[in-house]
């Protein structure tokens, strides 16, 4: 299943005959938690929603012999999974927020694990406090923070915002990554609406880093490649900022 999806191959026949064998009781009881995880993003990948094989690996990962072996890889692969088909299993995400945060764990996160787990609570809406307040002291150290991309970073502040999850420190760690030269460059169209969006939900003001990505917006790849959606959201949350930009908004 993780070979199809990695190549995206669609196959449904032969994914559904997989799930089938995959729930078969002697089967799924043997699953470790990194098949679990490879599991499940195979079928976000390739978008099958499959609620009795989610339903079935869910309750496979929660058992403590599996949960204490999974990785942040595999806690943030797994989340991202249900989240991505807009499963909620609010025990499921719990339990890896509980187990991510163990500190032989935690310490291991990087900046796509963190960005990938934050946003799979705020997609399904799930509010969990002590995680995202620990994802976040993780998120700020000095080998972590430098090593987020536009796409995680516009994905954590995001997921900070539609959680009302406002911390500070993490949003300046994550506007100066933003600024470091370079980066607002690569920012898509996409990005750019997600973090202007989670800021404004914040009401986290930064000016530099406002008029910065107005300017990206600007940019005429990026224009181009706005949905309506991005328009809308993005012309909102200057609104809400308080921030006026003629040429923006023209």
Not at 42 to 47: I, N, Q, S, T, W
Not at 92 to 114: C, D, K, W, Y
Not at 233 to 249: E, F, R, S, V, W
Request: charged share 15%.
């Amino acid at each position: 299943a993780w070979a199809f999806a990695t190549n995206r191959v669609d196959h449904p026949m032969l994914m559904a005959s997989l799930s089938m064998q995959a729930l078969q009781h002697q089967v799924l009881t043997a699953f470790r938690a990194q098949e679990v995880a490879n599991m499940a993003w195979a079928f976000a990948k390739l978008e099958i929603r499959d609620q009795m094989l989610m339903a079935g690996l869910a309750s496979q990962a929660q058992k403590p012999a599996v949960l204490s072996d999974f990785t942040a890889a595999g806690v943030s692969m797994l989340a991202w999974a249900f989240a991505t088909l807009q499963i909620r299993n609010e025990m499921l995400l719990h339990t890896l927020g509980n187990h991510a945060m163990r500190p032989g764990v935690l310490s291991t996160f990087q900046s796509r694990e963190i960005s990938n787990l934050a946003w799979a609570f705020a997609a399904l809406r799930v509010r969990d406090q002590p995680l995202m307040s620990a994802l976040a002291r993780q998120a700020e150290s000095p080998d972590v923070i430098h090593t987020f991309v536009p796409q995680g970073l516009s994905n954590t502040v995001w997921a900070y915002g539609v959680l009302k999850q406002r911390n500070a420190d993490l949003l300046a760690a994550l506007v100066q990554q933003t600024l470091e030269e370079g980066v607002l460059q690569q920012f898509k169209a996409q990005e750019v609406s997600n973090m202007i969006w989670g800021l404004a939900l914040l009401q986290y003001y930064d000016r530099e880093l406002t008029s910065a990505l107005a300017r990206r917006v600007m940019n005429p790849e990026v224009l181009s490649s706005l949905k309506a959606q991005e328009i809308s959201n993005i012309a909102t949350a200057y609104a809400l900022l308080g921030h006026k930009q003629p040429m923006l908004l023209a």
